[in-house]
């Protein structure tokens, strides 16, 4: 690996995306630039460079995002920087010590996550039926290792929708994270 190239493991929920973004931001003061990520967005690559104060923001547009969307973005002086699983994320420096953001109402952030939300629920379904129909139509289920699997799988799904509604309410209250 290229002395320019650092690999971090950094462990987050698309609900705290808010803390992830304050992470990337911190790595840009240490020199380290976000420049790739693997698919779940978990590895990510940075780029050695000179220090910076720069605005990370996570956005989850959908897995297929329309152009006028991207265009919207870099006419706003943003950088896009990685795609992982739908969600975009863009890079803007900051100036005079004001942090850019993306949003600026709370509806906009709540849409947000009422996309992804609905993104789960379209991804889940065919879980959901693997898992409670009776196993007796499921070959795959009658595999106690698969049926674990699948139940721990439906079981984190039904975990993470609680959580984004739970950021929705949040935001809704104007509590930030």
Known sequence: MSKQLVKKFKWWWVWQDGMHERWLQEQARQGLHLHASDPLGIRMTFHRGAPADIAYR???PGVKADPVYTQLFVDGGWERVVDVAGWRCWRKPVVDGKIPEIFTDVS??????QRNLAFLLVCGLPLFVVVVAPAS?????????????????????VYAIGKLVQRMRQLGQGVAQ
Do not use: I
């Open 58 to 60: 996570w956005d989850f």
């Open 108 to 113: 906009s952030k709540v849409r947000k996550y």
């Open 137 to 157: 139509r499921h070959a795959l289920l009658a595999e106690p290792r698969a049926a674990t699997v699948a139940g721990g799988a439906m079981l984190m799904l």
